[in-house]
């Protein structure tokens, strides 16, 4: 893919947008609609008519009367139950003020309510509908979305980020629109490095398809909430590319400097290289390779996230065309100079000495495995040596592997398999410690990514830093949890008319916390041969009905897309558990679900102020 140079002009977050224009009034663009007779409008009550699809609040006021959209902007609230003095219109819900002749709103951050005009002949009220008011009114849907979800990302408030997106989506805005949207403001709003935040909005884009369209805006609030958490509104210093001259550095000059600027934690040098490559219009797979050539060139930099969020950046970028990619870029930077570098820490001191001399001759191991056939490599049976004790013959097989001719990618599988069964084998005993082994499962997911992008010989030092690092992880299966047994039912031998039953009582026992029912339940799905898509709906829903965390998301994506690439029934089984056991054990809330709920229910023209328990 060729870089898109230079980038279309994004969003300016930084200024204020200008309100939607006015729809007009002239009498050419109106469509007068009779309304009723004007004795039939009291003074100061409102009366709600439906005109046109149009939704309408009209009022007598002094002596003339005014219609305005009888539907709240704040929550709906029907506006025709509100009350007018001196001339400001009262949500009689939570007191937002308009003006009732203009639709004007007196909050500084409220929008306006669409206003019409009123045509009085012989007595009968008239109403002027513009031509095309429903396009207008989606133009008018979709602006004030996107006004409300930067409102929504710079307030920290979930409802009006749900609002928004409920909004942008049903307006027809593509998610790409929405992910490019957060993606530029959770780089741009920050001095931070690659946020939860984008990665959740990333995993959004990789798993649209898995999870159920019912669940896609909760999916997009999510990642736009931690957004809106991990930004402070301010904006990220402004950097450029090196100016264009005949004398451009070449690539072998700028990946050299790019590599000591990074080792030297020189944040601003670092990015400006970064830029200077974009700017150039260099392919992605150059930019990969500077970016995944630093991340590896310590061990194991920031428990592998500096790699995993590294992977994750291009596959945001590639999912939003790189719209804004001069700003989304940046942030990994942070990652690459900010994070820990293992071999500064005293739990990797035994780990160097075995790990330096083979990283020393990791071109001439990369020249066998180019130059070798390839061989296949027996996934299971290697993931049983990499969840060995010692990480020193791991990491002998590893080069043995690589030097004979097999792939990279299948020995990343081979990790993320291990990370999987780390997953499935981890007790609940070890409570607090659930993000190292999502930390290795994420990772080794990630490098195989990696390896689809950009494989090269210093890629291939990520493959044994993630060796060393899922076997200093063996403690986290001491004592090892059971894995559900082949045939293994629930106690009582409970039975279930039909998968959907079976999935309804899979988020029961998600709901209290009942894991090992959970896994139970969903080997005995999988044993039943059941459609695997209603499954991981499930899985989805149930992790999305909380307020999950980033390594839920990334723990699903790696079992998904692990369970496509095996053939292996045994292998296939350990993803889908792991995904049940890691979703299905945490405890959270469910702040997200009921904003997104509420917004959804309002874009319906259901009203809040309705309790669902009435009789
Ligand atoms: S002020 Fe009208 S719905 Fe809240």
């Keep these: ?243 264009r001259t005949s004398a451009d550095p070449d690539l072998v000059t700028l990946k050299r400097w790019f590599r000591r600027y990074i080792d030297l934690r020189d944040r601003g040098a670092a990015e400006r290289i970064l830029l200077t490559l974009h700017d150039r219009g260099e392919p992605v797979s150059v930019l990969s390779d500077f970016v995944f050539t630093a991340a590896t060139d310590f061990y194991f930099t920031g428990d592998g996230h500096a790699l995993d969020f590294a992977n994750k950046m291009f596959e945001g970028l590639d999912y939003v065309g790189w719209e804004g990619a001069h700003e989304i870029l940046r942030p990994i930077i942070v990652d690459l100079v900010s994070r820990t570098r293992h071999e500064e820490t005293s739990r990797w001191q035994d780990a160097v000495p075995v790990l330096a001399p083979v990283l020393d001759r990791i071109e001439e191991i990369w020249d066998a495995n180019q130059a070798a056939p390839e061989e296949t490599l027996d996934v299971s049976a290697f993931t049983k040596i990499m969840l060995g004790d010692d990480f020193e013959p791991i990491v002998e097989q590893i080069e043995q592997k690589l030097r004979a001719g097999v792939s990279p990618l299948a020995l990343c599988r081979a990790m993320t398999y291990a990370g999987a069964v780390r997953t499935v084998r981890f007790h609940l005993k070890n409570e607090g410690d659930w993000h190292d082994v999502a930390n290795i499962y994420s990772y080794a997911h990630g490098l195989y990514r990696a390896f689809q992008r950009a494989p090269s010989a210093q890629l291939l030092r990520g493959l044994f830093h993630g060796a060393v690092f899922t076997t200093y992880m063996r403690w986290l299966n001491m004592p090892s949890a059971r894995v559900p047994r082949e045939g293994q039912r629930l106690l009582g031998e409970e039975s279930f008319d039909s998968p959907k039953q079976m999935l309804d009582r899979l988020q029961e026992f998600a709901d209290f916390q009942k894991v090992a029912e959970a896994e139970i339940l969903v080997n005995q799905y999988l044993e039943e041969g059941h459609d695997i898509a209603p499954l991981r709906h499930t899985l989805a829903h149930i992790m999305l009905r909380e307020d999950a965390e980033l390594h839920m998301f990334q723990i699903l994506e790696a079992a998904f897309r692990h369970y496509e690439l095996s053939s292996d029934p045994e292998e296939k089984r350990i993803h889908m558990l792991a995904a049940t056991r890691y979703i299905t054990a945490q405890k959270v809330m469910k702040n997200i679900l009921w904003s997104t709920e509420n917004a959804e229910r309002l874009q319906r023209g259901e009203l809040l102020s309705d309790r669902d328990d009435d009789d």
């Design 1 to 243: 893919m060729t870089l898109r140079t230079p980038d279309s002009a994004p969003a300016d977050f930084d200024n204020d947008q200008a309100p939607p224009p006015a729809p007009s009034t002239t009498a050419e663009d109106m469509v007068f609609h009779e309304l009723c007779p004007t004795a039939d409008v009291e003074e100061g009550v409102g009366k709600p008519f439906s005109i046109d699809g149009n939704h309408l609040a009209v009022y007598r006021y002094e002596d003339g009367f005014y219609a305005c959209d009888n539907r709240c902007p704040h929550m709906g609230y029907p506006l025709s139950e509100g009350s007018v003095r001196d001339g400001v219109l009262i949500c009689h819900w939570h007191h937002w003020e308009f003006d009732l002749k203009t639709g004007g709103c007196f909050l500084t951050n409220g929008d306006d309510v669409a206003s019409f005009p009123i045509d009085v002949r012989d007595d009968v009220l008239f109403v002027g509908i513009p031509k095309g008011a429903k396009s207008a009114a989606r133009q008018r849907l979709v602006d004030r979305g996107k006004r409300a979800l930067e409102q929504g990302l710079k307030d920290r408030s979930t409802f009006l980020i749900a609002k928004a997106v409920t909004a942008l989506r049903e307006s027809g805005a593509t998610p790409q629109e929405i992910i490019q949207h957060g993606l530029f403001y959770g780089a741009h709003k920050t001095s931070d490095g690659w946020s939860s935040g984008v990665a959740i909005l990333t995993l959004c884009g990789n798993l649209w398809d898995d999870i159920d369209p019912a669940d896609h805006n909760l999916f997009l609030v999510h990642g736009l909430t931690q957004i809106a958490n991990r930004t402070s509104g301010s904006s990220r210093r402004q950097r450029f590319p090196f100016p």
